[in-house]
């Protein structure tokens, strides 16, 4: 079994910071790829940023493109997200999923974790 821990979350003035992080425990070995995610209250689930889990190339959503940055831990089996920044648009609920081999859609999703930013 996987599970996914998201921390970090929290209130944030606009052009605020805040760091995100995910721990992951149990079969990690099988890891391909580790997403970021975000949904909106009425809007629908989008990406945010991934990073493959050997190699650490990684891609950003345009929308986070400059602002945000996703790292890895792979020794601590973490996976961070760094937010600068910060819009009021940015506002939803974090969630961090892990993408194994042999599978094209993520297998694994955390709880979440809440990112509000004031205006």
């Known amino acids: 079994q996987v599970q996914l821990v998201e921390s970090g979350g929290g209130l944030v003035q606009a052009g605020g910071s805040l760091s995100l992080s995910c721990a992951a425990s149990?079969?990690?070995?099988?890891?391909?790829?580790m997403g970021w995610f975000r949904q909106a209250p009425g809007k629908d689930r989008e990406f945010v940023a991934h990073i493959n889990w050997s190699g650490g190339s990684t891609n950003h959503a345009d929308s986070v493109k400059g602002r945000f940055t996703i790292s890895r831990d792979n020794a601590n089996n973490t996976v961070y997200l760094q937010m600068n920044n910060l819009k009021p648009e940015d506002t939803a609920l974090y969630y961090c999923?892990?993408?194994?081999?042999?599978?094209?859609?993520?297998?694994?999703w955390g709880q979440g974790t809440q990112v509000t930013v004031s205006s």
């Open positions: 999923a892990a993408k194994i081999w042999g599978r094209n859609e993520y297998a694994y």
């Open positions: 149990g079969r990690t070995f099988n890891f391909y790829r």
